[in-house]
């Protein structure tokens, strides 16, 4: 299959630092380091090469400019072009809003690029509503009037998806890649408080103004930053006190612990990690190995400077 030739290719690019996880469309296997296979690799997380933000450096570590490459030329290989859901998605036996907006030209119903819009949908509005294991607890109205940010948007149908049913005040949705915030403003059009910026998400306090979002939100991309401190540090100073980060990806133990101790030393106050590796393989779009957990996580910044 198509799928599998480019995943072999990025493997045997990557093969001398990373483990890579070959799988059979329309299976994608989620791992801690997959590039291809996972938007984890849109900003570093879509991470990327070379001078794509003019206000700052880019990002120079290897494995950042191989993830961004391989999105770049192998993105519409992995991801079926008509969809702009790029993640896992998650069945979490709760109905969302609208799912009329996820339709687009040329996706039929049951088909398996309207699985991605609906799952993937699916993902982003759990993530948007949840702070607790208790779907009792869910807020609808979490994101209503909030400034968002969102870390590797990919093919921002999330992000459009968002804008319209949880009604922040502002989106921003960032990626490293020019070639995804083009698409993202071509397909997405104009939308009160949507913007799509090519931002890398490591240098996010060097970019965005202290304390100016109330959420940032970062969907199965952190998996693969070179820094992952540096972006704690960096979500750490575009949030406002008593703002949150809603993360989620597939992370070994390593990578949790790293994360949650990166939260730590920013002063974090975490307040959910919750393992919904049953719902995202109940969808049937990734396989998740083992050792890895798809871990959502809820972190709270603290009072202060």
Known sequence: PVLATAEHLVMA?????????VAREPVWRVTAWSCVATRACAGQTQPQLEDLDPRRPPATGWWGRLVKFSYKWLGNTVFPSKADFCNCGADLGVRIPKPELLLREGIEKNSHEYKMQ???AA????????????????????????????????????????????????????????????????????????????????????????ASFDFVLCIQSAAAFE?????????????RPGGRLLLCDGLTRALSTKLMDALEDEGFDVELTADISRAVH???????????????????????D
């Open 13 to 21: 690019l990557a093969a001398a630092a990373r483990r890579w996880s």
């Open 123 to 210: 993902l982003y509005w759990h993530m948007a509503t949840m702070t607790s294991e208790k779907y009792v607890k869910a807020q609808p109205d979490m994101l209503r009037g909030k400034d968002v940010l969102e870390v590797a948007c990919m093919r921002g149908g999330g992000a459009r998806y968002l804008a319209e049913v949880a009604g922040p005040k502002k989106y921003l949705a960032i990626d490293n890649v020019q070639e995804h915030i083009d698409r993202c403003r071509a397909d997405h059009g104009e939308w009160p408080g949507l913007e799509f910026e090519v931002m890398d998400a490591h240098h996010l306090a060097d970019s965005l103004p202290k």
């Open 227 to 239: 820094d992952l401190a540096g972006f704690v540090q960096g979500v750490r100073h575009v949030l």
């Open 118 to 120: 609906l799952y993937g």
């Open 282 to 304: 109940a969808v049937g779009l990734c396989s998740i190995p083992k050792g890895v957990s798809y871990v959502h996580f809820v972190a709270q910044r603290g009072p202060g």
